[in-house]
């Protein structure tokens, strides 16, 4: 039976039998290589990192690209590493999901080491050595912040000094620190998180625990200078679905007699497993910004470009190629019962919505970054990634905290409307649909008319205190609901622009009212603008 051990896979046969791809180099070599004179340190050792980021590295490695791997360093759940990692000697069995059915299984094992931010010692010797090239993350957004429930614990690293830093970004400075005396060799610092200005928040991280140090006494003038001129923070934009493990998943590998497939869930309730499982479509765009070298990434498919590309590729995912189809699905998907945005896409008229929304609207407005064409983006987000049934996305997920995201996904489409005097907003209808569509969720009735839970959003109780006086009715003469929304339609906190400066309020109304004439109003307005199914292309 194939166990996921370096042991394990000697017996390649087993493997091949059960249709299981494994790495064409030598493990053990890439593992003394790595320790030896290691070029890359990656942060952060969950899913999107052992489904993406270090495939990349193994792609390299199966080519003779590359003969290093990755040490994978974990920030926050160390039972990632004591329960996942160290059974399995730091491979990874990678299931990529396609849309048709279909299963394609392989055996990472660029990762050659798993550590934990406890483990200083060996880290700062790795920080040390001037092979080392490039130090990557994916902690998640708020590993970077220095506020909230990470205020004490940063103000406390700050007095302490470098020694024993418990945050990760004190930590992280603190690695810094060492190779800085151990003679500033320059490095690149890597955040692959999915944020805006991802790179820039890791600096302003990294340079405020410094300049608390050198404030308290402990660096110097010239590890500030250090930080500026040698260390690089390159923003880079990264898209890969890697969902928790699937259920079915589990069972085809356990029918292939893999061994020991069971997820855990560790002490910080994270969900994981000896595999992950991910869709096949994958972006990461990295600014080049790489003072010390890196490795031939581009080889792997990352697009290696400058910053202001780097935040083209963003802007049209966010506001016109994928963000802005997942927020209209996720709202019109909870008021119609829909539980995956897969099932969504076999709905005539939420998919209708959702080319209505990208294709008819979006593209006439898109930011074209020049190395991902938005149309053939587009497409294959409607092609594989939305009706993809083993991408477990819920529309109730994606619907949590849409006042922050709207402004974003729709208000800057509907800017780029107003700015063109060719265009005219006043001539959009998917992009109010879902606007209106986003309101009449947040009363927390579906469309049968039976209560529903409303995902968690900062401003939920202001707005559902400013919908209070908002009624269903039965069928009969819709109530106005004018005055009721004047102050959220024209909040541009939210939106990102007054919607009746726009020439868009009215619409937006007189949807929302539409939807409130009892059960089925949600279905009807919909059908109304997309019957059977058909949209404007």
Same mark, same amino acid.
């Given at each position: ?28 070599t890439?593992?003394k ?19 993406y ?16 791997? %990755? ?6 759940d160390f ?10 000697? +730091? ?7 396609? &849309?048709?059915?279909?299963?394609e ?5 660029s ?65 810094l ?9 320059? %490095? ?18 990294v ?17 500030m ?6 260390? &690089? ?9 890697t ?46 910004a ?12 990352v ?15 966010v ?17 119609l019962?829909?539980?995956?945005i897969a ?10 919505? +959702? ?28 092609q594989?990634?939305?009706p ?13 905290d ?17 700015a ?33 839970s ?12 400013a ?10 003469k ?19 622009v ?9 619409? %937006?109304t007189?949807m ?26």
């Amino acid at each position: 039976m194939p166990k996921l051990s370096y042991e394990g896979l000697k017996d390649r046969a087993t493997w091949q039998a059960a249709g299981i791809a494994l790495p064409d180099y030598d493990l053990l070599t890439m593992r003394k290589n790595t320790l030896d004179a290691p070029s890359w340190l990656h942060f952060g050792a969950g899913n999107i990192f052992r489904g993406y980021i270090a495939a990349l590295q193994e792609d390299l490695l199966n080519r003779g690209m590359a003969d290093t791997g %990755i040490i994978a360093v974990e920030t926050f759940d160390f039972d990632i590493i004591d329960k996942i990692y160290e059974p399995h000697d +730091a491979l990874t069995l990678m299931v990529t999901l396609k &849309a048709d059915g279909r299963m394609e299984k392989s055996v990472i094992g660029s990762i050659a080491k798993g550590l934990t931010t406890r483990e200083l010692r060996p880290l700062r010797a790795y920080f040390e050595m001037d092979c080392l090239q490039i130090v990557s993350f994916t902690i998640t957004e708020k590993g970077y912040s220095l506020e909230g429930r990470s205020l004490d614990t940063v103000q406390n690293d700050m007095q302490q000094g470098p020694e024993k830093p418990v945050h990760v970004m004190s930590v992280v400075t603190s690695l810094l620190f060492s190779r800085y005396q151990a003679g500033a060799a320059p %490095i690149s610092l890597v955040s692959m998180d999915n944020c805006s200005r991802n790179g820039e928040r890791l600096q302003h991280a990294v340079l405020e625990i410094a300049g608390a140090w050198k404030q308290n006494g402990f660096a110097d003038d010239g590890f500030m200078s250090y930080l500026r001129e040698k260390v &690089a923070f390159p923003w880079s934009m990264i898209d890969k679905i890697t969902p928790r493990p699937a259920d079915n998943v589990k069972q085809a590998l356990i029918s292939a007699s893999v061994e020991n497939m069971e997820p855990i869930v560790t002490s910080k309730n994270t969900y994981i497993a000896p595999f992950v499982n991910a869709e096949a479509p994958q972006y990461l765009v990295i600014e080049d910004a790489f003072p010390n070298g890196r490795p031939v990434l581009d080889k792997a498919g990352v697009f290696i470009t400058s910053r202001d590309t780097v935040n083209k590729v963003e802007r049209m995912k966010v506001t016109t190629c994928l963000n802005p189809l997942h927020t209209a699905l996720a709202v019109y998907g909870c008021l119609l019962s829909y539980e995956l945005i897969a099932d969504e896409m076999k709905d005539e008229q939420l998919s209708a919505l +959702a080319y209505a929304v990208g294709y008819t609207e979006g593209l006439p407005v898109v930011t074209d970054p020049g190395i991902i064409h938005p149309r053939n983006f587009l497409d294959e987000v409607f092609q594989e990634r939305l009706p993809n049934p083993f991408i477990p996305d819920t529309p109730q997920r994606i619907a949590t905290d849409t006042s922050q995201k709207v402004g974003i996904r729709f208000g800057e489409t509907i800017k780029s409307y107003m700015a063109d005097e060719n265009l005219s907003a006043g001539s959009l209808t998917a992009i109010p649909l879902a606007l209106a569509g986003w309101l009449r969720y947040l009363l927390g009735v579906d469309d049968k008319l039976n209560q529903m839970s409303v995902s968690s959003d900062p401003l939920l109780d202001e707005l559902q205190k400013a919908l209070e006086d908002v009624r269903l009715t039965d069928g009969a003469k819709p109530q106005d609901c004018g005055e009721i929304l004047r102050p959220i339609l024209s909040d541009r906190n939210i939106f990102g622009v007054d919607l009746y400066e726009a020439g868009l309020a009215w619409k %937006i109304t007189r949807m929302f009212e539409q939807m409130l004439q009892g059960a089925g109003a949600v279905r009807a307005l919909l059908t109304q603008y997309f019957p059977s199914g058909r949209y404007p292309l």
